[in-house]
């Protein structure tokens, strides 16, 4: 079964995530409402996968991006961005994200990006 960590600061996001993925299939979900939080469900719950906002309190995406690719280099890491913040998209990438979805996203958008980087 398939893990997936959902990252962001708001819980409805999460919710709505998840409902989406469920869609698709997806039903073994972790949650974290920030990097820090993030970092240690991944340490702790190995998933297949994270999807991480960008913009979040404490510790932001970029930086948890980082920690979790230090980690575990070969980490699946999908960024997911609010309009505006493409250079922050570039950087993501540029330390190892694999795509990248853009706020508010179409739930047929976020399914085929989730089976694409599991390779399914």
Avoid: W
Wanted: charged share 25%.
């Amino acid at each position: 079964m398939v893990k997936i960590l959902i990252v962001d600061d708001a819980a409805f996001m999460r919710m709505m995530i998840k409902d989406n993925l469920k869609k698709g299939g997806y039903t073994d979900f972790i949650e974290a409402e920030n990097g820090e939080v993030a970092i240690a469900e991944y340490n702790e719950n190995h998933p297949d996968m994270v999807l991480l906002d960008i913009t979040m309190p404490i510790m932001d995406g970029i930086h948890a991006l980082k920690a979790i690719k230090e980690l575990d280099p070969q980490a699946k890491i999908v960024m997911c961005s609010a309009m505006g913040q493409e250079g922050m998209v570039v950087e993501a990438i540029k330390f190892g994200a694999l795509d990248f979805i853009v706020k508010p996203f179409k739930p047929d958008r976020l399914i085929q990006t989730v089976k694409n980087v599991l390779g399914e």
